[in-house]
């Protein structure tokens, strides 16, 4: 967290302080979506894999 001099902040600068924040953060959460989706695709491909593996394995026991 940043340290803030004891200025008064403008309303207007403070309005630009808070967007800029607030684009900064909208693009964190795009990329945080991004990176869930590709978890979530993993999982389903494991989770193929795993179901592959057992219906294989299974299948095959005497």
Do not use: C, H, W
């Amino acid at each position: 967290m940043e340290i803030r001099q004891k200025q008064k902040e403008t309303p207007e600068a403070k309005i630009a302080r808070l967007e800029a924040e607030k684009s900064q953060l909208v693009g964190e959460v795009s990329q945080l979506k991004a990176e869930k989706a590709t978890l979530e695709a993993q999982v389903v491909q494991v989770n193929a894999d795993l179901m592959g593996f057992m219906e294989y394995y299974f299948g095959n026991q005497p």
